[in-house]
């Protein structure tokens, strides 16, 4: 039972963080802007091998024990049970939408073939229930977890046989949901799934070679990264066309695709760090926005990879440009960038390609990606602004939306480290909401932002151990108990949800 001077110290703690909004409410952006929180199908469903679910490659590589306190998304969440009783808390909450993703794994669980009518019905019940209150439904596609089929049949993302499967698994998303869905994302974080599954091997499937991945024992660092990359945009472009030719017109929704939104600085005002910092960008940012905004790979790519990255034909440039009505970008962190001349006689990779080195500034220098396993990244809302000014001012300032940007908490345990007070989080987010605010001011064409993560997830790198939740999750629980955190009255509150009012105008749709 809660203690009544328990219950006094959280109100007032409450309080104080709500002052922090006073120079800022939802109102003061756009009219109909949305405002959401989000998490995914691998991380909060749970129900691993239920009503006809498959696995993915990321339970294949959490069930060998990778992860890093050696726990599985078997139960996760448990959203699978519990999606009627989450939606109720996002409604409480003031959610304008959800974003979730749909476990390909689980609508086709071969990854061809035949659907699982227990899995549509999920989505189904969960989307419908989302419609009844309100809340619109932003789904993704694939966020992350292909199914282990399509890896054991033909190497998943490296063969040009997924272009057609992934066609095929969209079809079916938007025939079954898209009467309910206005916004799609085909793919979440392709600029570093790729790079940690196929260069470093720190994701699945763990495909990497020496010298520059975590001990694989097979795969090609040198090509593959740049390979299932092109197959990836090629897949996107795909279902775009297909979406716009059959199904847009008449479902009056928007597609587009997530990319992770690190913001690079150089370390010094050094020509070299300079140069060094562009080099991070062209290959984190450019190496998606530029094919789907002009057609090709960033010039400063073609020159450095060379024939290790693959063209496009004069059909396939033509249908990558403008296949987006957004842009998704997931932005979390400043990186500093230092100039770290690669040795040219010997094999390269994507990392040793951009040839420097970045770090958090308040961190000993780090080499590469293969560094930043386990740190802690320190707030540096400015980031977002230059970041959202860097897309506007190269990238003819597309629709975007902030489909994650949210704090870790790292507790080390299962059971939760803090229960309702985590001002830092609420500080957090009220920062990156401010500056998203400036940003739109000074001309971003920002039409949405998410909260990662409405609630506590399985993380796919560290399991239970860290944690984003607005609402915290007891993972010791069979139940799966929720508890609202400080940050999710703060949001709230920021989202002046009085229960009376709901909005239902979505400047994401508007002309």
């Known amino acids: 039972m809660v203690r009544m001077w328990q219950l006094f110290l959280l109100v007032i703690s409450i309080a104080v963080y709500y002052g922090k909004v006073s120079g800022i409410s939802r109102y003061d952006f756009p009219p109909g802007f949305v405002f959401g929180a989000g998490s995914s ?78 899995g549509v019905q999920y989505y189904n019940n969960l989307i419908d229930q989302l419609i009844i209150h309100g809340i619109e439904a932003h789904v993704t596609l694939n966020h992350f977890d292909l199914p282990q089929a399509l890896e054991d049949e033909y190497g998943g993302y490296l063969s040009p046989k997924f272009i057609e499967d992934f066609t095929a698994y969209a079809d079916i998303c938007f025939k079954e949901f898209g009467d309910r869905v206005r916004s799609w994302s085909t793919f979440n974080e392709p600029n570093i799934q790729t790079v940690a599954g196929y260069d470093i091997g720190l994701f699945p499937p763990e495909r990497c070679s020496f010298p520059f991945g975590l001990n694989c024992s097979k795969g090609n660092s040198s090509t593959e990264v740049y390979t299932t990359a092109h197959n990836i945009l090629l897949s996107h472009a795909a279902a775009v066309q297909l979406y716009r030719q059959k199904y847009q017109e008449k479902q009056n929704g928007y597609i587009g695709i997530t990319i992770l939104g690190f913001w690079f600085e150089p370390l010094t005002d050094s020509s070299e760090d300079i140069a060094a910092t ?213 949001y709230s509150s920021f989202l002046e949800n009085t229960g009376l009012e709901r909005r239902r105008s979505s400047y994401l749709y508007s002309s």
């Open 41 to 118: 199908a691998l991380q909060v469903e749970g129900a691993a091998a239920e009503d006809g679910r498959k696995p993915s490659i990321w339970d294949t590589f959490s069930n060998a024990g990778k992860v890093l306190d050696k726990s599985t998304g078997e139960v996760a969440a448990d959203q699978y049970h519990k999606y009627k009783d989450d939606v109720k808390l996002m409604y409480e909450m003031g959610l304008d939408a959800y974003r979730f993703s749909i476990s390909w794994s689980r609508l086709i669980p071969d990854g061809n073939g035949a659907v699982n009518p227990k």
């Open 278 to 490: 562009q080099r991070w960008i062209d290959f984190h940012l450019g190496w998606f926005l530029e094919p789907l905004v002009y057609g090709d790979y960033p010039a400063t790519m073609r020159e450095i990879v060379g024939s290790r990255l693959p063209s496009f034909s004069e059909a396939e440039s033509k249908r990558l440009k403008r296949s987006f009505d957004f842009i998704g970008l997931n932005h979390y962190v400043v990186l500093y960038v230092q100039d770290a001349p690669a040795e040219t006689d010997k094999e390269r990779d994507y990392v040793t390609d951009i040839s420097a080195r970045i770090s958090f500034l308040d961190r000993l220098l780090v080499e590469d990606f293969r560094s930043l396993k386990g740190f802690e990244m320190p707030a540096a809302p400015w980031g977002m602004q230059r970041l959202l000014e860097y897309v506007k001012l190269h990238y003819e300032n597309p629709a975007v939306i902030i489909h994650e940007n949210g704090y870790a908490d790292f507790s080390n345990s299962a059971t939760p480290s803090k229960t309702h007070d985590d001002a830092e989080r609420a500080d957090y987010l009220r920062g990156y909401i401010e500056s998203l605010l400036l940003s739109i001011r000074n001309g971003s064409n920002a039409r949405a932002y998410f909260v990662w993560s409405f609630m506590d997830c399985f993380e796919l790198l560290s399991g239970y151990t860290t944690r984003y939740g607005l609402y915290g999750v007891d993972f010791h629980d069979k139940d799966r108990k929720r508890y609202p955190r400080l940050s999710a009255h703060w």
